[in-house]
């Protein structure tokens, strides 16, 4: 007997809800530090990885240039870095320190900034026992430092009717990391902006947009940085 289309893809389903459910793992490493500052003085960075997991694990490293051209965000396979081992094993309860420095010059104009990948490779023997593998991949920033170069983040506020559009525009020659950004209005109530840690490169440009907008008026940007807390006076315009 012969089964018409329309019920295939329903006869698929059953037959895929009939197998038996596998379980789902995820790798397990850290890392510390969590970003690599290299100096004219200090050129070379360690980053210190850790198997947590039960399992052994296969690592692999992938390096990327990170910029932001036209304030766009980007990132680019690179040899300008060199991190070792490149391929390594990891036991349970296991460590391993990664070193990365760079293959080029160090910048004289402004900051460089790169990003170092660490990628488990899933192996076939992990397969084979059984079980969906989850690949872990941890990024992690790595900045070449200019002396006495700064981030010089221009920040504007503008309404555009229900809603609030926070830009910033870093103008500097280095990076910015913010970790909370709030609007303070005249009664000192705050409002989020954003709760998640980021970077703000030279050139780039970043917006959120809140909606709907608070009801009364920012007067100033609260931006918490691992360097402190700034206030930035606001006043919002029409656009």
């Given at each position: 007997m012969s089964v018409r289309a329309p019920f295939l893809p329903l006869l698929s389903l059953l037959l895929w809800l009939a197998l038996p459910a596998l379980p789902a793992r995820a790798g397990a490493f850290t890392v510390a530090p969590t970003r690599v500052i290299l100096t004219p003085e200090d050129p070379v960075g360690a980053v210190e990885v850790t198997n947590r997991g039960p399992d052994t694990v296969l690592l692999q490293l992938e390096l990327y240039r990170w910029h932001a051209p036209?304030?766009?965000?980007?990132?680019?396979?690179?040899?300008?870095?060199?991190?070792?081992?490149?391929?390594?094993?990891?036991?349970?309860?296991?460590?391993?320190?990664?070193?990365?420095?760079?293959?080029?010059?160090?910048?004289?104009?402004?900051?460089?900034?790169?990003?170092?990948?660490?990628?488990?490779?899933?192996?076939?023997?992990?397969?084979?026992?059984?079980?969906?593998?989850?690949?872990?991949?941890l990024s992690l920033p790595v900045f070449a430092r200019v002396p006495g170069a700064e981030a010089d983040v221009l920040w504007e506020l503008r309404r555009q009717g229900d809603r609030l559009v926070v830009e910033a525009h870093n103008?500097?020659?280095?990076?910015?990391?913010?970790?909370?950004?709030?609007?303070?209005?005249?009664?000192?109530?705050?409002?989020?902006?954003?709760?998640?840690?980021?970077?703000?490169?030279?050139?780039?440009?970043?917006?959120?947009?809140?909606?709907?907008?608070?009801?009364?008026?920012?007067?100033?940007?609260?931006?918490?940085?691992?360097?402190?807390?700034?206030?930035?006076?606001?006043?919002?315009?029409?656009?």
């Open positions: 036209d304030g766009r965000e980007r990132l680019d396979p690179t040899r300008d870095l060199l991190a070792v081992p490149p391929l390594f094993r990891l036991a349970p309860g296991e460590s391993r320190t990664i070193r990365v420095g760079l293959r080029v010059p160090f910048p004289e104009d402004r900051e460089g900034s790169w990003r170092l990948v660490v990628g488990e490779v899933p192996e076939a023997e992990s397969r084979m026992r059984g079980g969906v593998r989850f690949a872990l991949r103008r500097g020659r280095a990076h910015l990391r913010h970790l909370r950004i709030f609007l303070e209005d005249a009664a000192g109530r705050r409002h989020p902006v954003t709760a998640e840690a980021g970077y703000l490169l030279p050139d780039e440009r970043v917006r959120w947009v809140l909606r709907p907008a608070p009801a009364a008026a920012p007067r100033v940007l609260l931006v918490e940085t691992d360097k402190g807390v700034r206030r930035v006076p606001l006043a919002a315009r029409s656009g």
